[in-house]
């Protein structure tokens, strides 16, 4: 199976000021989507991939709502890709939104947060819905 990065973009970026930024916690999430093959060539399907990061500060407010969308072509040949394919691509699509975030909050010394490495057991429910709803078996 071939994985070709197709783009990556940042959707959603929203900072808020300064002095809002006491006692910070964050939450990242993974939205995923797998498309069925291509219709005009049925060797190829998209993986797209939006990591959200949302840190509140300690009254329960957003201080910092980031996203970005990866979209990655499999050649797969109409055969399911394995679920640890899917999620190596998930982790890639996780390091470009943390080099994203470090780069767009460079000077700002308040929203230094650690970016979670997502993990295969918290995703894989996730990883499966979206193999089962494309190549129902």
Not at 93 to 102: P, S, V, Y
Not at 115 to 122: D, G, L, V
Request: proline share 8%; aromatic share 10%; charged share 25%.
């Amino acid at each position: 199976m071939e994985v070709l990065k197709y783009m990556v973009e940042v959707t959603k970026w929203e900072e808020s000021p300064w002095e809002s930024y006491a006692d910070l916690s964050g939450n990242m999430g993974f939205g995923l989507v797998l498309g069925p093959p291509d219709a005009g060539d049925k060797a190829h399907s998209y993986f797209e991939i939006r990591p959200q990061l949302k840190i509140t500060n300690g009254g329960g407010h957003p201080v910092f709502i980031g996203e970005t969308k990866s979209v990655v072509r499999l050649t797969n040949n109409g055969i399911a890709p394995e679920p640890e394919v899917l999620y190596s691509i998930i982790e890639d699509a996780a390091r470009e939104f943390a080099k994203i975030f470090l780069e767009r909050t460079k000077n700002n010394p308040h929203i230094h947060h650690p970016i979670p490495r997502p993990e295969y057991s918290s995703l894989k429910a996730g990883i499966l819905d979206c193999l089962a709803a494309v190549y129902q078996n």
